[in-house]
């Protein structure tokens, strides 16, 4: 399909945005058989999702003269997982209905939440938000999503991951049956695959993702780490390679926001690139990479596009890509014109099958590789000292006299220790990486008000699987739907970790165990949870008298999410 079929004002805004020809998604969202059916899409990132389903909702939206009608509630409501995506997201949009008159609001966290029930209240065609914000909008009565026509998830499998499956399902039961549902995702897990089931009729599926994988030039490796170690990888991927310029991508820009100043604080010459910053900043953090004054730049994926850096040569993945093609995206930063690059992946423990699927999939071979040490870090600084100090420089007399003067002082060995602690001193020191979790979080010496009658339960995962109640506290929330506050005493132990629920809360936590057991195999979902019979002592005293306790499947760790935007 051209162009030239779409309705007049969607022409012209495409023809003054350059577009000359729709891209292979764009033209399949548009074919015949496509119309007004709900979609289940996979395209690669940089393909013109934004466009494609908003050239896919013109015909529930528009007029037949070309312009969207008057109505104060939402006709269109899109969804995408993160700040930075409903932005950009919305951005498309004004451009692209713009001349149609389209009233768009966006709804992300971060933002003021007044002004945007305001911009609601004033009747909007088109919704743009995170699920987070969008359901507390929801739950507030701000956002009527009766007359809604088209729904949109985009990067569906990304939102799952990130634990937004209920406030998806709560904001979709709200909207009428008859609408029309467009499932972006890049993936199609067996949660994805149940939310398409729920939520829509007889989908039509549509890939477009290329064949053409992966970067000649760039070396792929992946080391698995506790997730309290992350941040100390990063120092310690760094430290080892010293590369001329690297470039750290993380998923959202408050962990760039973080991770910068960290890095600053250590000594490293870091530069951040988010959402947050504005054009003039960018282009300061680019002249400053490229300028050497700086050699890290932390960035987001949507920050980091196009970006181009003769000298980069090294890609961290602090955190994991959301797919392969973000993957390869994120990646080909490093290894252009011929020069050779490294790509890292830094992957918790549980997310460890994921990845090798995903490398699978992108047909990169990634060579698994132990996290750096101090030692090894050590070993590379002599390296590099050695090899710098021992090239031919040139001398002027400047140079001389002073060399002079220390000789004179000096002994040549204590010259040479000077030099060398010297170059040391202006090093950011390697990291400790830890070995296991932090250890238990003993119950307090008597029961807390609320906690006189409760049910242990018994998960299966311990120290030696990194277990922390830093970690278990939002696991148990998530997978139990319950509050931290109705979680008494945890004891951590090896291979398993005990815990107390009140027994007025036991029945709906169990029930919701059942409900989000195995979702997610490789993370949380695969966490096995179970009641204790009696109390953990009497439990362990059964288990005496038993004998040997019958062989279970080996335990699974979990991964700590990171905070999800309201």
Known sequence: ?????????????????????????????????????????????????????????????????????????????????????????????????????????????????????????????????????????????????????????????????????????????????????????????????????????????????????????????AMAVAPADIEHAVVNLLRLHEAETA???????????????????????????????????????????????????????????????????????????????????????????GKKGTAVLIVPYPRRKRVDMMLRGARIAAEWVKPPTPEDIRRNDRERLLAALLEPVEVDDEDREIAQRLLAERGSEEIAAALVRAHRARLPAPEEMLDQGAGERPGPGGPRPGFEDTVWFRMDVGRRHNADPRWILPLLCRRGHITKNEIGAIRIAASETLFEIPRTAAGRFAAALKRTEGGDPEGEGGVRIEPVQGKPREEARRNRRAGPPPTRHKAKPFRARPKRPR
Not at 251 to 271: K, Q, Y
Not at 318 to 337: F, K, N
């Open 1 to 221: 399909m051209h162009f030239s079929q779409l309705p007049p004002m969607l022409g012209e805004a495409l023809a003054a945005r350059g577009y000359a020809a729709p891209t292979p998604v764009q033209a399949a969202v548009l074919e015949p058989a496509a119309e007004g059916r709900d979609l289940i899409v996979s395209a690669q990132t940089g393909s013109g999702k934004t466009v494609a389903f908003g050239l896919a909702m013109a015909p529930q939206l528009l007029e037949p003269n070309g312009e969207l009608p008057y109505i104060r509630e939402p006709l269109a409501l899109i969804i995408a997982p993160t700040r930075e995506l409903a932005l950009q997201v919305s951005r498309e949009l004004i451009w692209l209905y713009g001349k149609a008159g389209a009233r768009i609001a966006t709804c992300v966290g971060g933002m003021d939440a007044s002004k945007e029930r305001r911009n609601l209240a004033q009747g909007a065609h088109i919704v743009v938000g995170t699920p987070g914000r969008l359901r507390d909008h929801l739950e507030r009565g701000a956002l009527d999503l009766s007359s809604l026509r088209v729904a949109v998830l985009d990067e569906a499998d990304e939102m799952l991951d990130m634990g937004f499956r209920e406030d998806l399902e709560e904001i979709l039961d709200a909207t009428p049956q008859e609408r029309r549902t467009l499932l972006f995702s890049a993936t199609m897990p067996r949660p994805i695959v149940a939310l398409a089931r729920r939520y829509q009729r007889d989908a039509l599926r549509i890939s477009t993702v290329g064949e053409d994988r992966g970067h000649g030039d760039i070396s792929y490796q």
């Open 247 to 337: 470039m750290l991508f993380c998923a959202t820009r408050d962990n760039v926001r973080r991770l910068h100043a960290s890095l600053i604080e250590r000594g490293f010459d870091a530069v951040a690139l988010s959402g947050e910053h504005s054009q003039n900043e960018r282009n300061a953090a680019l002249q400053a990479l490229r300028d050497r004054r700086a050699r890290v730049c932390v960035a987001t994926d949507v920050a980091a596009r196009g970006i181009d850096l003769p000298t980069l040569s090294l890609v961290v993945h602090v955190e994991l890509p959301r797919d392969a093609e973000t993957l390869q995206h994120r990646s080909g930063r490093t290894g252009r014109a």
